[in-house]
């Protein structure tokens, strides 16, 4: 079955920190995936997204992901984090029809 | 740049009344879905669409309808809310099942 895992579901870094969010998924084919973030209040705003060639990938907002098939991850890092970063933040998979499949969600809170 | 619109943004029903929650699309994609967001559990996909008369459930459709009569227009109806039926409702559209999906600012629906 097509699934997505964030392990961690609250995260606290400090301002200026670096930042890796974790993320797995359980998908047959070849995965389409996607990192979006979403600020309290408001929808999704997607960071970046992998749909084939170099498993590095750049973002807005300083972000970027690398896409590891023999670990089934694509994990978020940034290397240094504001406080306008604290969100929650959404790793997901897409399927066929435009369909995505989600993970739990990881909440980020940066301290001053 | 109006997107991806979604009404009403706060809602209160009582047990057992209906209703409808619009969303509307002005970037004539064919894509269109319905999630709901609850603590812990991410977004989880209701309904979907790929294209104006064609639609499917998603991972949790018991208690909605939907239809889709015109590209812009996907309305999730709630036939019979009931209490489990809190919960923040998301409205997406993309114009490829692998690109990027633009999602609206949420309705926030409480049955009580």
């Known amino acids: 079955a097509q699934s997505v895992t964030q392990p961690d579901i609250h995260i606290t870094v400090s301002e200026g920190a670096s930042l890796e969010l974790r993320c797995n998924y359980s998908?047959?084919?070849?995965?389409?995936l996607f990192w979006y973030v979403q600020s309290p209040g408001q929808g999704l705003q997607l960071l970046l997204k992998?749909?084939?060639?170099?498993?590095l990938v750049q973002g807005i907002k300083g972000f970027e992901a690398e896409f590891k098939r023999s670990q089934s991850s694509f994990n978020l890092r940034k290397p240094s984090v504001h406080w306008s970063d604290a969100a929650e933040y959404f790793c997901?998979?897409?399927?066929?029809?435009?369909?995505?499949?989600f993970g739990q969600g990881t909440t980020l809170q940066v301290k001053p | 740049n109006a997107g991806v619109t979604q009404t009403p943004k706060f809602q209160v029903l009582k047990t057992g009344q209906s209703m409808t929650l619009q969303c509307a699309q002005d970037?004539?994609?064919?894509?269109m879905s319905w999630y709901r967001q609850d603590p812990g559990m991410g977004l989880r996909l209701i309904h979907y669409?790929?294209?104006?008369?064609?639609?499917d459930q998603g991972e949790v459709p018991n208690g909605y309808n939907v239809s889709r009569s015109t590209t812009e227009d996907f309305p999730l109806r709630l036939l019979s809310a009931a209490p489990s039926q809190t919960s923040v409702y998301f409205c997406?559209?993309?114009?490829?099942?692998?690109?990027?999906?633009?999602f609206g600012q949420g309705t926030r629906l409480t049955v009580v």
């Open positions: 669409s790929v294209g104006a008369g064609i639609t």
């Open positions: 992998y749909f084939s060639g170099d498993t």
């Open positions: 998908y047959g084919a070849t995965p389409y």
């Open positions: 997901a998979v897409g399927a066929r029809t435009g369909k995505l499949i």
């Open positions: 997406a559209s993309s114009d490829d099942s692998y690109t990027e999906a633009f």
């Open positions: 970037m004539n994609h064919e894509y």
